[in-house]
């Protein structure tokens, strides 16, 4: 087992000593949460869960929020920045949150390095530690910003999440093997606050596996994506609870192309139970789709712990040009 595969069978303690914070609870804010990569996808789901409680929220990323913020959001609305950033240093994201405090806007980081770039230009600092030895691929830092961010959004995380984690990883190693056998291209699909841990899965896929891979909302997949569909496709499809049923009908019609299926929370050529409460699944099924990633790089020979064209903190030269 690499040093990638480690950490994210290692993160379940992290979990339960994952700093506790107070839910938000202004309603007359806007929350803008922003991040670059993994940290903009969580951004995502994590906006989507501050919405279904009642906290006005969107995610943008790091570099449109810091150079083109009114686009997104006009100017003269009571506004809250949240930034996401494991490193604390990921360029765009620094700059969204200096140019959202010289607009007059509060500020918060989530970050898993204490005193980085980004905790100078915050109000407020929400420090969760990590695992040491996490490389490049985030793991174990994702999950435990994202389960900070579904405190904020004053959703309770504890130990039925975590045992349920840990206990939907174990099945889903034991049924991944069959699902995959050399299938290249995969298909991720998840609606509402698990369409950021679809992308999210997504780009696990392209780091580590080097993929070609789609994410989308189930419903948007059938508006064109789906011709891509074939006997190559493993498909993972995230269900949400309202729209259950919807979603086990687009699993038959790819699974009628040729796609599998790996039903996260219900049926497919295989299915895994996700326990744990329904608004803190987005947490519950990342840990898998972080293992997915590895086993999809291992079917290609590929190491990730040294993925192409990655480093841990990706920075923009600031001199001016
Ligand atoms: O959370 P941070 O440190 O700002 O980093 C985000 C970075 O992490 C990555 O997910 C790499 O693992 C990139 O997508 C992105 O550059």
């Not at 765009?92 to 980085?116: F, K, M």
């Not at 948007?220 to 993972?236: C, K, M, N, T």
């Not at 840990?287 to 923009?316: F, H, I």
Request: hydrophobic share 40%; proline share 4%.
């Amino acid at each position: 087992m690499n040093t990638t595969e480690r950490v994210i069978r290692e993160q379940f303690p992290f979990w339960r000593k994952a700093t506790a914070v107070a839910a938000f609870t202004d309603r007359d804010s806007t929350f803008v949460i922003v991040g670059c990569g993994t940290s903009y996808h969580l951004a995502q789901s994590i906006a989507a869960s501050f919405n279904l409680r009642g906290l006005r929220a969107i995610a943008v990323p790091g570099g449109e929020w810091s150079r083109r913020r009114t686009t997104y959001l006009p100017d003269g609305f009571k506004t809250h920045v949240i930034g996401l950033s494991r490193s604390g240093e990921s360029t765009e994201t620094v700059q969204a949150l200096e140019v959202s405090r010289t607009a007059g806007y509060a500020t918060t980081a989530v970050t898993c390095e204490q005193g980085s770039s980004i905790t100078k230009a915050a109000d407020t600092v929400i420090f969760t530690a990590t695992h040491p030895d996490e490389g490049i691929v985030m793991t174990a830092s994702a999950s435990l910003m994202l389960l900070v961010g579904l405190r904020l959004a004053g959703i309770t995380v504890g130990e039925p999440e975590v045992a349920a984690a840990q206990a939907a990883l174990e099945t889903f190693e034991a049924l991944l093997p069959a699902v995959l056998d050399g299938r290249s291209h995969p298909v991720l699909l998840g609606a509402g606050a698990l369409y950021g841990i679809a992308a999210e899965g997504g780009i696990k896929l392209q780091e580590m596996s080097l993929s070609h891979v789609q994410s989308y909302q189930p419903m948007e997949y059938r508006h064109g994506p789906i011709s891509l569909v074939d006997d190559q496709s493993f498909a993972v499809l995230l269900y949400s609870a309202e729209t259950f049923a919807e979603e086990v009908r687009i699993s038959t019609e790819v699974q009628n192309k040729g796609a599998r299926v790996i039903g996260l929370g219900g049926p497919g050529d295989a299915g895994v139970e996700v326990g744990g409460s329904i608004e803190a699944r987005s947490l519950v099924v990342l840990p898998m789709l972080q293992v997915l990633g590895e086993r999809a790089a291992e079917m290609r020979g590929l190491d990730t712990s040294a993925p192409r064209y990655l480093k841990k903190v990706v920075v923009l030269d600031r001199t001016p040009a």
